[in-house]
């Protein structure tokens, strides 16, 4: 409650420059001179004795002019008010300064409602606003005004208590018809509204010619004009199908300009005696017609916001539409999007471009005659198999984007292809009316051309390919000539002959060994481990690797002791890897497990997936360097130390080999008891 | 180690490889371990005498002058009954990861693909023994 006294304190009371600026001064002066020009305008229509009159314009001036300017202006109405009833309805000095001390506070909280309980806009633009000030603008407000001012007139005996509730009604109606009227009347008149960009000479013979009409069809029902048409009743509905005509066709304004003609005519009409109301007591009659005029300002009020706030929404729906498709339609990528038939309802500019088909040969047909897909054989990919099928029935992503896996090549109109990188995802969407149950409404399918790419990758792996093949020659040269010289094939070396070839045999091994490690990495890092999956035997896979590495388990005298679990079924996989796998891990157990000792390696099923386990009782990893084992060029201290020629490598491209068919890789390590590697592949990769 | 074998039971091995070093290293080795050595510098050359002279194996090289080896080895499938049969090992030093290669494998159907840094001129030798039935394993 005090939050509100010094609220309504604050906007009313005004600081003293501002009370003393002349702005201010004639602000007050020009608002309260219109107040009483307002009030005369309304006294034409006098009745009850001389003491109401059928609208009070001025009320509804005042609440405008609040809504626009602010509390600040209250004293214009204080001023208007106690001009009004003291001079030109001749009431006491002390009743009139009661009465408008009420009309302010009426005013006053006419605003305070509006901004608080409906945040009301002066445009009109919601049905909110049309509703809220109808209520506390129209309707609460007034009630405190007009119960202030017969209060005061019934206690200085002006209005006998006989006569108090007409005095009350007839004052509150007067009140509540003025502001229904006038202030939307001014607040729209006066609205902002964007310049013309031109002047529509049709609409403005439109707007002078429905004026014309809706002016003579009230003077019709409201003077007589063209003599009694129709009975009393009759001639009042005639009014509506033209205040709507007004309504629709010229918003707010049409509507707020209708009613006022309409009121004017039909109150200065009826009081000539004149139209249906003219009936009986003059009392009665303007009852009436106060009832009837304000059943139809908010008639039209109401129809001209609800068609503004339809046509708003329709224009933004409409906009956002609009700058949607813009914005696929820009989309460098290739977007098609059809409904759950296959029918294409979207197909970008993008699209076009690349199948070049046009868009009136696309949009409507089904989507297989249109995006006609192949595989990397030249044969078309039929609905069933389609990634758009898989889509829309199971509402799986597809994204065969790599150049790695089988590529998917879209025919052009004139049946050449290129190569593509597709995206199809199904749409989702909610429900208005079941918000949780998501529905696929369609499938869109965004791709690119990959020509370039694959371009690229071809050549990328074309350099990699004969610059090792350039490396290798040497090498290999070095390697089989100084393994005939220790082979004793060119006469028999002397010790230390052989020793020195055993040493460039040795370097050679290493380089050939660093050479293959960072030929695998560059294959890992540049994307091209080529995955084949075939039916393999892990076990027998196993056993080769094992036999490759004769030559360092005989130089060791190390044994490894196999397990296999007869229950391991064969595995979809990638050989080659696998055996990259198993060879870099036992050759690193052999490495580092010390002479003569012996590498469990057992195979088995877990679940629906082959565990190879292969445990050494080596150096073991020291518990600080775990995490970092499987780390690019990293290399334990004590691995250091036992072996110097280790590239760091071996680990980091059995992870990322592991990682293109599925696997998992983890171990367990004691330092100088030993290291356990357990390697987890997927029956089916 | 050596297995010593009358001169016309011995097993001709046709040798194709362009690198004289490389060539010498194998001839020789191959020739020690009693084999019947033929050497070709390119697949075109390779070819003739191939047919003319049916060895029991052949040794291939890839990167190869006139014909490389993939074009011999295709060459070679399609041409007579000995060449259809014929085991052939790719002894390289390409890698395996090149579409066009790994058509070649698939379609030549060779008896092993080598790499030859992962080698040793022995091991070479005791899988063509291997191949050719001569030393239990």
């Avoid at chain 1, 600040?72 to 001079?87: E, K």
């Avoid at chain 1, 892990?538 to 190390?558: F, H, M, R, S």
């Avoid at chain 2, 194998?26 to 697949?43: H, I, K, P, Q």
């Amino acid at each position: 409650m005090a939050t509100l006294y010094r609220s309504i304190r604050n906007s009313l009371w005004n600081s003293r420059r501002q009370w003393l600026s002349w702005k201010y001064l004639l602000e007050i002066i020009v608002l309260a001179g219109l107040y009483v020009v307002a009030a005369r305008y309304g006294l034409r229509f006098q009745y009850a004795g001389g003491l109401n009159s059928l609208v009070w314009a001025q009320t509804g001036l005042a609440l405008a002019a609040l809504l626009i300017f602010g509390y600040r202006l209250w004293p214009a109405i204080l001023i208007g008010s106690f001009l009004v009833t003291y001079f030109d309805r001749d009431l006491p000095f002390l009743v009139s300064a009661v009465i408008a001390i009420g009309t302010v506070a009426a005013r006053v909280s006419g605003l305070y409602f509006l901004r608080h309980f409906v945040e009301f806009r002066k445009t009109f633009e919601r049905l909110r606003d049309v509703f809220g000030f109808i209520f506390w603008g129209a309707v609460v407000s007034t009630f405190i005004g007009a119960t202030i001012a017969v209060a005061s007139q019934a206690l200085s005996g002006i209005v006998s208590t006989h006569d108090m509730w007409n005095a009350w009604l007839a004052w509150w109606l007067g009140d509540t018809l003025g502001v229904l009227i006038f202030t939307p009347l001014i607040l729209i008149i006066f609205r902002k509204r964007p310049l013309p960009t031109r002047i529509h000479a049709v609409r403005i013979l439109e707007a002078l010619v429905s004026l014309f009409i809706f002016i003579l069809i009230c003077l019709t029902i409201f003077y007589d004009y063209f003599g009694v048409v129709a009975g009393p009743y009759a001639r009042t509905f005639l009014i509506f199908p033209f205040l709507i005509w007004t309504t629709v066709r010229f918003d707010r304004e049409g509507a707020v300009i209708s009613a006022f003609l309409a009121s004017t005519i039909a109150m200065s009409g009826t009081a000539l005696g004149h139209g249906p109301f003219a009936v009986g007591l003059l009392d009665t009659s303007f009852t009436l017609l106060q009832i009837f005029m304000a059943s139809a300002a908010i008639t039209a009020l109401v129809l001209a916001v609800s068609f503004a706030e339809r046509k708003r929404a329709e224009r933004e729906v409409f906009e956002q539409r609009n700058k949607d498709e813009a914005l696929l339609e820009s989309i460098g990528e290739g977007v098609i999007a059809t409904d759950t038939f296959g029918n294409i309802t979207l197909y970008n500019k993008a699209a076009e471009d690349m199948l070049q088909i046009p868009p009136s040969e696309a949009i409507g047909r089904d989507y297989e005659s249109v995006m006609r897909l192949e595989n990397e054989e030249g044969v078309m990919i039929r609905s069933l198999d389609r990634p758009l099928a898989a889509a829309l029935s199971a509402g799986k992503v597809f994204r065969g984007t790599t150049t790695s896996t089988p590529a998917y090549y879209y025919l052009r109109k004139d049946g050449s292809r290129f190569p593509i990188a597709l995206t199809v995802s199904p749409i989702y969407m909610k429900d208005k009316y079941f918000g949780a149950v998501n529905q696929i409404v369609g499938v869109v399918n965004v791709f690119r051309d990959i020509t370039i790419d694959k371009e690229t990758d071809r050549t990328k792996t074309e350099f990699v390919s004969i610059a090792s093949h350039q490396l290798r020659t040497p090498l290999s040269t070095m390697k089989w000539h100084s393994e005939i010289l220790l082979a004793g094939d060119a006469g028999a070396l002397s010790g230390p002959q052989r020793e020195y070839v055993a040493e460039i045999y040795r370097s050679v091994e290493r380089m050939i060994k660093l050479l293959s490690d960072l030929l695998s990495v560059s294959r890992i890092e540049m994307g091209m481990i080529r995955v084949e999956l075939a039916t393999i035997d892990v076990a027998q896979t196993t056993d080769e690797a094992i036999k490759d590495l004769a030559a360092p388990l005989n130089e060791k005298g190390i044994k490894i002791a196999t397990h296999y679990s007869p229950d391991v079924p064969k595995v979809r996989s990638d050989k080659r890897s696998l055996e990259i796998v198993i060879q870099n891990l036992l050759s690193n157990s052999i490495k580092y497990s010390p002479a003569k000792s012996v590498i469990e390696l057992s195979i088995e099923k877990i679940g629906e997936r082959v565990r190879i386990v292969i445990a050494d009782q080596g150096c073991g990893i020291p518990a600080d360097d775990q995490k970092k084992v499987f780390a690019k060029f990293f290399r334990a201290e004590n691995a250091r130390s036992i072996d110097t020629d280790g590239t760091g490598l071996g680990l980091y491209i059995v992870k990322s080999v592991l990682e293109h068919i599925d696997g998992t890789i983890s171990f367990t390590s004691v330092e100088n008891k030993g290291t356990t590697f357990y390697v987890s592949l997927p029956l089916i990769a | 180690m050596e297995i010593i074998q009358p001169a016309d039971t011995k097993k001709k091995v046709l040798i194709i490889e362009d690198e004289t070093p490389m060539l010498r290293a194998l001839s020789d080795t191959f020739t020690r371990a009693g084999f019947n050595v033929l050497e070709a510098r390119d697949g075109s050359m390779a070819l003739g005498i191939a047919l003319n002279n049916k060895p029991d194996i052949i040794l291939l090289d890839i990167i190869l002058p006139v014909m490389d080896g993939l074009t011999f080895l295709k060459k070679l499938r399609e041409d007579t009954a000995f060449g259809r049969n014929v085991p052939v090992v790719l002894l390289t030093n390409l890698s395996a990861d090149r579409e066009a290669i790994n058509k070649a494998i698939t379609e030549g159907n060779p008896a092993y693909y080598l790499v030859k840094t992962e080698w040793t001129i022995r091991d070479v030798v005791e899988k063509v023994k291997e191949r050719l039935g001569m030393v239990q394993t």
